[in-house]
């Protein structure tokens, strides 16, 4: 194995880590503010959940950028991973609402160095870009497994506040292979008379649907996936392990189906990849708003919907950047996605404190973003080649095509 295929399979290794660590956090946050830390309604929960978010949306272009001037990946990755060990080690002290906001705000701006980081890292110096985001996007799925699973068995156990205790220790072990065994790579500078900014990124034909649609599909999802543990638990009657369980399920199935994702992304292109995972969120979303039984609502949350989604993102943009631009682009999508983990939560606290007086209706507005990203995604097609030929090779020469449209500066495509 080549230093370049153990600098890889290092990196597969610490973002499993660390998506075990979120995943014993993640899946409780409202239900342990709600019950443990006595907040008294859903928009507390919204601004408990929304705020890091919000921040994150800052934040990971700040890092991303960073990572692109400097031509390094593995600082920001430890950087990453150190703000989730301090997260969820001051997350086990908390006493109320305001004190975990305050903690998971400070913790956003550091964690969220680690995702552009560890994205361009995988996709440098190589044509199997949406192969490389579909592994990823499966060990990532393999640690979310775990953390689902541990944190659903043991949080009637032993409880949430010991629970954030061992997550940061597994993200202080990821810290700690990352710095010993990642090796960064040379980042080759593609555009050696023009830096690309942001915004001549965000120009460039197809990258602002991409955006959107990414931001508005996940909006819908977090507008209920947030308060998920609350819906089974309270209000459908379920129990903790329900919540575990079907998370693990989900992520389990991506493990082994993501891979050959990224492949299918190679081979046929990301925007049909695309149109099928907001289809199937559609379809989710109407099906979630009706279901009254805890287990067949758990069951239904373990559809593997976002390797499709997420794969597909990741794998268009980079399609649509040069190397030397990869960790902006893969920045964008990060920032879509947590434009959503941000203003889903909003937009689910206010229908679900005004509107319904219960969360699981809020399902059917989660529907009706989706159905909007989906009609964005159809307008994707033909943006990019429609995959790889037998050599490899992309059938359109898909790079070449974005990097001369944007010295030609193409006006914004939306």
Not at 13 to 41: M, R
Not at 155 to 180: E, K, P, Q, S, W
Not at 234 to 258: C, F, H, K, P, R
Not at 360 to 384: D, E, T, Y
């Amino acid at each position: 194995m080549g230093v370049r295929d153990r600098a890889t399979a290092a990196v597969y290794l610490v973002y499993g880590l660390q998506s075990t660590g979120i995943a014993i956090s993640w899946q409780f946050v409202t239900l342990f503010v709600k019950h443990e830390l006595d907040a008294p309604d859903f928009l507390t929960l919204t601004i408990v959940w929304a705020a890091p978010a919000f921040v994150n949306i800052i934040a990971v272009n700040i890092w991303g950028s960073l990572s692109d001037r400097s031509r390094a990946r593995k600082p920001f990755m430890i950087v990453g991973f150190l703000g989730y060990a301090y997260t969820f080690t001051l997350y086990s002290f908390v006493t109320t609402s305001f004190q975990f906001l305050f903690v998971a705000v400070l913790g956003a701006m550091l964690s969220s160095a680690s995702m552009p980081a560890g994205t361009a890292h995988l996709t440098a110096g190589t044509r199997s870009k949406g192969e490389r985001m579909g592994y990823f996007i499966a060990v990532q799925s393999a640690g979310w497994f775990a953390g689902a699973l541990i944190s659903g068995a043991l949080y009637d156990i032993v409880g949430m506040f010991a629970l954030y205790r061992f997550a940061a220790v597994v993200c202080l072990f990821a810290t700690g292979i990352a710095a010993y065994f990642v090796r960064d790579i040379p980042v080759r500078e593609v555009h050696q008379t023009e830096k690309t900014s942001f915004l001549t990124l965000i120009r460039r034909p197809g990258v602002a649907r991409l955006t959107i649609l990414v931001a508005l599909s996940q909006i819908g999802m977090y507008a209920i996936s947030y308060m998920y543990a609350i819906i089974i638990i309270d209000e459908l009657g379920g129990l903790a392990l329900y919540v575990g369980l079907s998370n693990s399920a989900a992520t389990m199935i991506a493990v082994l189906i993501t891979g050959y994702i990224g492949k299918v992304v190679d081979r046929r292109g990301p925007v049909k990849i695309m149109i099928l995972a907001t289809a199937s969120y559609v379809i989710f979303a109407f099906a979630f708003a009706l279901v009254n039984d805890p287990v067949a609502a758990a069951i239904m949350w373990s559809l593997p919907i976002y390797p499709l989604s997420s794969t597909a993102a990741f794998g268009l943009a980079s399609m649509l950047s040069g190397e030397d631009e990869r960790g902006r682009a893969m920045s964008l999508v990060s920032g879509a996605q947590n434009t959503g983990s941000a203003f889903g939560p909003v937009v689910g606290g206010l229908f679900a404190q005004f509107v319904f007086g219960t969360v699981q209706p809020v399902s059917w507005i989660n529907m009706l973003f989706n159905l909007v990203a989906m009609a964005l995604a159809f307008s994707l097609i033909g943006i990019v080649g429609s995959g790889l030929d037998e050599s490899g090779t992309d059938a359109k020469e898909t790079e070449n095509t974005v990097h001369s449209q944007a010295k030609e500066q193409a006006r914004p495509s939306v």
